[in-house]
Structure formats: C-alpha cells, structure tokens
C-alpha cells in the first residue's frame, strides 16, 4: 500500500539528556484502518490522541495487542538499524490469532516501520540508548456485545528511551510471586495483550513498596516452577549452563531471548530450556552451585540479578554483583544492535534513507 504522509507543522527539537522510558515521542506516528473485512488508508499524521467512541470494544474487553521493538545507532556512520524486526512482526501475529484480531501484512508492518523511523531519524539516540517502537492494535468497533470486533486501528508510536530500571545497570532484587500468577495453560500467557500486564500490576506493586526492583512469575498450578519475570525473561547462568523454562502457552517468547540462547550456546555453554524449580535454584545460590542470574528483554536488554527472595528469605546471588557472563553478554548484544559488531549481521535491519518521506 502507498503510506500518505502528513507533516508535522510544529515539530519538536529532539530532546537530550535524560530520556526515561516510554514518556518522549517523536513528532509522527503511523495509523492504519480495519473496516469491512479489509485494511485501508494507511497514514503518518502528527504525533496526538485520536478520537474514540465510549463503546469501543477495546475499552470494555481489553482486545488489545502490543509489541515492544528498538532501534539503534550506529556510532560510526550515524545509520539506523532494528534489531530483529521480523521477530516481532511474527509474533505480533501470533498475538492477533490468539486475541481473535485480524493479522497485519509483514510487508506494510515493515514499509510502516522503515518510513515513519526514517522521517524521525533524528530523534534515534546515540548509543546505548535507543529508538523505542511500540506497534499497538485496539479494537474500535463501538458495540458492547462480547464478541470479536469488526473494525480495528493499528498504530506505530516511537520515541527515545533510556535504561528501563531506575538507576541504569545494577543488579536487580527479586522476589518470588506466590499469591498471585501472571498466566496458566490456556490462557493468553504467550500474546502480547494489555491485560497479562494489567493483571501483574498489583504484584508488582507491592513488591515494590517492599523494596524489590521486580518480581518472579511461579507456574499457576504449583508456584514451584519459574516461568518468567514481570516484563521480561529470566535465565540461571551454572558452571556448565544456562538455565530457562521453556516457552509455551504461558511465556511470552522473547526476542532477546532467543538472541542471548543462541550467543550463549556460541560461547560455549549450554542453553538449556527447563523448568527451574524455585526452591532449587535459591538453594543452589546458597551454595555457590548458581553463579549468575540475569533478566533480559527489549527494555531491560541483559540485566544483573543480584538477589533472589524465596518464602521471606533473601538469596545472595554470588558475590551480589554483575556476573562475567551476564557482562559479556550484554556487551555482546550492544554491539550487535549499533552495527558494530561482525556477529549475527542477518539481525540487524538497516533503516533505509526514503528521498520520498
């Protein structure tokens, strides 16, 4: 489809200094329409709300998906890449079959993507810090019956982020969840919807007050096993391997962590998918059998984990610090991202220089 673009006739200055996460956008944004079986009138406008009747499905039964994608910089030549595009275009995907919502071409997904990036390319921060793109679909159709809708908007919104933790790098203090799930086979653990983050909310709060940077997702049958974090993936770095629960109907399957599976396994140990039992993995910190702990997605990128809570009690994971593994991994990733890297150049994706934006 032919993007129409309208400027913005008041744009912003790109901003600098400290970004945050997720509160700065850029001047334009992309939208596109679902009615009567089909997409239509694919537009970059200027970046604002939009108007939305009351009755919207979306604001009644959550039918929503999302996705959460980068961009970086390249230090040495100033280009722009994503990491991974297709990934999470796929994935979105699986989101709107699993939500009942009707899928995006990859074709105009992507042609969206390389536009509206490139028309606000000088908004992509220097590296480390990076591009944010948040790919949304919200059912509009105004009707309060509980059934799927007729009529969907999707939209791209981006915009420059810093570190996702306050504070930057610095191992994180966890605890386990055993009250509350985020997902049980079924269910819509592994779509990217609002409501698996609405509902973790609460949990994640109280964690908080508590004192605890985030928390550990247990299984919903048992909370004996270890699935997953609160907005990301988390992995158990042993002597010989690295230990995470397997994707399923209840994990979101990540991009990064596909990415940090297969480094690991290049950099000689095992990428194992299992179930960590709770109870074990705290047991193996105390014993100095567990060396590393470390969260990784888009946002979090590869963070430390510096202490696991378990039943009321703290774990010291190591020496409390960022493990060797953990740093090298997270170097390794950067450096791919900005293009600096001879690693893995099928992930990256250059944004292309469009004369006609």
């Known amino acids: 489809m032919n ?154 919104i981006i915009g420059p982020v810093g570190s996702y933790f306050a504070g930057g790098i610095k191992p994180l203090r966890l605890r386990a969840e055993e009250r509350f799930v985020r997902a049980a086979p079924g269910g819509t653990g592994y779509a990217k919807t609002g409501g698996n983050y609405a509902g973790s909310l609460l949990a994640i709060k109280q964690a908080m007050d508590d004192g605890f940077d985030q928390i550990i997702w247990l299984d919903a049958k048992e909370r004996k096993y270890v699935e997953e974090m609160g907005a990301m993936n988390i992995a158990f770095v042993y002597e010989d391997k690295v230990i995470t629960a397997p994707t399923g109907d209840t994990i979101l399957d990540g991009v990064t962590r596909d990415s940090v599976g297969i480094l690991v396994n290049e950099m000689g140990r095992n990428w194992v998918e299992e179930h960590p039992s709770i109870a074990q993995v705290c047991a193996d910190a105390v014993s100095g059998k567990l060396k590393e702990v470390f969260a990784c997605g888009t946002a979090a990128v590869v963070t430390p984990v510096g202490v696991l809570n378990f039943q009321g009690a703290d774990h010291q994971v190591g020496d409390g610090a960022e493990g060797v593994l953990t740093r090298e991994l997270r170097e390794t990733l950067c450096g791919i991202h900005d293009g600096n890297s001879e690693l893995h150049p099928e992930w990256i994706h250059k944004v292309p220089v469009l004369e006609n934006v």
């Not at 796929?90 to 390389?114: H, T």
């Open 3 to 156: 993007i129409a673009v309208t400027r913005n006739s008041n744009p912003q200055i790109p901003p600098t200094g400290d970004y945050g996460f997720g509160r700065i956008f850029t001047p334009h944004m992309f939208i596109v329409d679902f009615a009567d079986g089909k997409w239509g009138d694919p537009r970059i406008v200027p970046y604002g709300p939009f108007a939305m009747d009351p009755a919207a499905k979306v604001l009644h039964y959550g039918q929503e998906i999302f996705e959460g994608m980068k961009a970086y910089k390249n230090s040495d030549d100033g280009s722009v890449h994503m990491f991974r595009p297709e990934k999470n275009i796929r994935r979105f995907n699986i989101s709107c079959d699993r939500m009942c919502m009707p899928r995006i071409d990859e074709d105009l997904f992507m042609q969206a993507l390389n536009q509206l990036i490139d028309l606000d390319r000088d908004w992509v921060p220097e590296s480390p810090e990076a591009l944010y793109i948040r790919p949304t679909l919200i059912a509009t159709q105004p009707n309060l019956g509980v059934q799927a809708a007729d009529q969907y908007t999707f939209y791209i």
